[in-house]
Nanobody, 122 residues
Framework: QVQLVESGGGLVQPGGSLRLSCAAS????????MSWYRQAPGKEREPVAR????????EYADSVKGRFTISRDNAKNTVYLQMNSLKPEDTAVYYC???????????????WGQGTQVTVSS
């Protein structure tokens, strides 16, 4: 049974930082691509960052380039999202997504976590 458990969300002031973590179990984490998506109220879920199984291929949404960094520790079965220079428009529920392929693809993740709320507000 695949489980993805996010943590690290919370309330932060504009310009602040947060680090999200996603702990995976129940599948061969080190073999598969991982991703972070987000969904703001009234909007569709959108990709934020994606990383291949060994970390050699990474992709970011234009809206977060230069501010967010995705990384993974395959020994710990964990993927991270470091978020810096946060803006109010980054407010959303952030979801961890797992693929069943080495590289991320247009079909999107097959596995999802429950999500963690990130609120950027003064």
């Amino acid at each position: 049974q695949v489980q993805l458990v996010e943590s690290g969300g919370g309330l932060v002031q504009p310009g602040g930082s947060l680090r999200l973590s996603c702990a995976a179990s129940g599948f061969g984490f080190s073999y598969y691509a991982m991703s972070w998506y987000r969904q703001a109220p009234g909007k569709e879920r959108e990709p934020v960052a994606r990383i291949s199984s060994a970390g050699g291929r990474i992709e970011y949404a234009d809206s977060v380039k230069g501010r967010f960094t995705i990384s993974r520790d395959n020994a710990k079965n964990t993927v991270y999202l470091q978020m810096n220079s946060l803006k109010p428009e980054d407010t959303a529920v952030y979801y961890c997504g797992g693929y069943s392929t080495t590289y991320f693809n247009s079909r999107g993740p097959e596995y999802w976590g429950q999500g963690t709320q990130v609120t950027v507000s003064s």
